[in-house]
């Protein structure tokens, strides 16, 4: 048993460690406060090959396995989580289900921008009525003279502002009385579609969220993406892989507040002391360092498995649900050990503990995660 990362893995590592470090650390704070989404950073990662990592060079990719895409996204939310979820995002849900279930030609045409960051990758599936019960999609999408038309509303769906397409989910059919689900691709220009950037979050300020309204948009047959009718499995799929980069996001935002809480404790005096020679500071930090490390070893094993072509479902929901709650514990410890700065917004701890909790809720609560987790041990 190996824990080494490859030569490969090492040099993404130790390339996006310096890139979160000089080119997206520095304006963190001035996003977090203004909303402004990072596109210059995006273009620098276009132009590093970044933005195909995971997907074939024939597409525009690089190639890359998943543990090395994991990697990407967790030096990311280190420096900045709204970058972090943004990278995740067009990966794992915006390009993974076109790569996945789309047709040579889809791939071609959808992909292909996506992997040379032409186009950001967005999913539609999360609805008013249909959060973590997916399956209670109420968009249509009527099928008649080779095209779809497609009614309904999407929620908090990230990055669709910057997409220039996106697979939608909706029902196409029903049979004795269950909904028939499929994916569908619809640009982001067709008649009709209307995207919605108005949100106002706790957290991941400079994250793209949004709403997307859909009156009678008309798309071609050919846009069906993968089978008809598999759409509910497919978006399951797709959720797996999702889970990891949520998990990526998590350790990547917990490392950061522990590192914060680590140097300030070794600076602040307190009764003639550092902070970090008391005993009761050292335990905290000690139970940091461990969840951190457990929960970076439950995401690599999970896209281990992944690349292995093996089950990883059971271990995607480990990783997300572990590394997604150690974050907010550790961002609350890390404030704790701030004292009275850590409430202070220039000490950015705080924002750690506001961009995490996202993470128990997005792509599956936690709760939903423990129902995962008990099916897949035979519960």
């Known amino acids: 048993m190996n824990f080494d990362l490859t030569q490969e893995q090492q040099m993404v590592k130790k390339l996006m460690k310096d890139f979160a470090n000089n080119e997206v650390a520095p304006g963190a704070i001035d996003r977090d406060r203004t909303g402004e989404f990072p596109v210059e950073i995006f273009k620098k990662l276009s132009a590093m090959g970044m933005m195909g990592l995971p997907f074939p060079e024939k597409y525009g990719g690089a190639g890359a396995d998943t543990t090395s895409f994991a990697i990407v996204t967790e030096e990311l939310s280190r420096a900045c989580a709204s970058t972090g979820i943004t990278y995740s995002a067009h990966i794992s849900l915006g390009g993974a289900p076109l790569h996945l279930f789309g047709t040579e030609e889809q791939k071609e045409r959808y992909l292909t921008p996506i992997c040379t960051g032409e186009s950001f990758g967005a999913f539609g599936l999360t609805e008013p009525n249909a959060g973590s019960d997916a399956g209670g999609t109420e968009t249509t999408a009527v099928l008649e003279d080779g095209n779809f038309t497609i009614n309904g509303s999407k929620v908090y769906i990230t990055n669709a502002s910057y997409a220039k397409h996106l697979a939608i989910t909706a029902i196409t059919g029903r049979s004795e009385g269950k909904k028939e689900i499929s994916a569908i691709i619809v640009p982001t220009v067709t008649e009709g579609f209307t995207i919605i950037d108005n949100y106002e979050k706790m957290g991941l300020h400079a994250s793209n969220t949004t709403e997307l309204v859909l009156d009678q948009v008309i798309v071609p047959e050919e ?130 503990l506001r961009d995490a909790k996202l993470l128990e809720i997005g792509e599956g609560t936690s709760e939903v995660q423990r129902m995962v987790i008990a099916r897949q041990i035979g519960c």
């Open 223 to 352: 846009n069906l993406l993968g089978e008809r009718g598999k759409g509910f499995q497919q978006f399951l799929v797709t959720l797996d892989g999702g889970r990891i980069g949520i998990g990526a996001m998590a350790v990547g935002i917990a490392q950061a507040a522990y590192e914060r809480a680590l140097s300030y404790s070794k600076e602040r005096k307190q009764f003639g002391r550092t902070l970090s020679s008391f005993q009761s500071t050292q335990f905290k930090l000690a139970d940091m360092a461990l969840k951190i490390e457990l929960a970076r070893m439950m995401v690599y094993k999970a896209a281990w498995l992944k690349d292995q072509g093996r089950n990883f479902t059971k271990e995607a929901s480990m990783c997300k649900l572990y590394a997604s709650e150690i974050a907010m514990q550790i961002s609350n410890e890390a404030i704790q050990i701030h004292g009275g700065y850590g409430y202070m917004r220039e000490y950015e701890v705080e924002r750690y």
